[in-house]
């Protein structure tokens, strides 16, 4: 499955990944890529149909460089080995850019409808916000309050922007990954 995953610009799995868990996906635990499925019918195969969620790990990042972080590989397992299929892939770069924030590329492809999104998106470190947070933590143990004007600690927005493939291939080589 690898030459496929190189043709459609996913990551390929070698001996530097290790399977993490397996998750069963139901409508209690649903994580699922981008998708064009119509709610209804979405939920109509989650019951009747068994998701599955592989968690891949990267066991030679170096996470002072960018590296390729984790995958997700989204399937149906069924009794009728006939209706097993792949549906969906979903691949997490990082490029730290400092101890503060990071360059996230997400690279997802979805199988059935043979369809790719890609998406980048600067984000926080767990360095920082942890920081943010023991500052927040100080200020109430000094009676300040709660909320630190100017900040976003509690900002949940994100600035999420879809990438062609072109482009996605142009950030890969200014990182230099493949």
Known sequence: MNDKRIDLGLGELNNEWKLDSIQYIDQDNI????????ESKFWYNIRNLKYYCQHWTNTTKDT??????????????????????????????????????NVEL???YNFAK???FNQIDTLETDYKIQSDLKKLDSLNNLGVGGWICGTDLFDFELDTIGLSKTKTDKIFRSWKLK
């Open 31 to 38: 994580y699922y890529p981008y998708t064009e499925l119509t």
């Open 106 to 108: 997400y690279i997802s």
């Open 114 to 116: 043979e369809r790719r």
């Open 64 to 101: 002072l460089n960018p590296y390729h972080k984790t995958k997700r590989i989204f399937y149906v397992k069924s009794f009728w080995l006939w209706k097993n299929k792949l549906e969906a892939e979903w691949d997490e770069y990082i490029n730290p850019i400092s101890k503060f924030e």
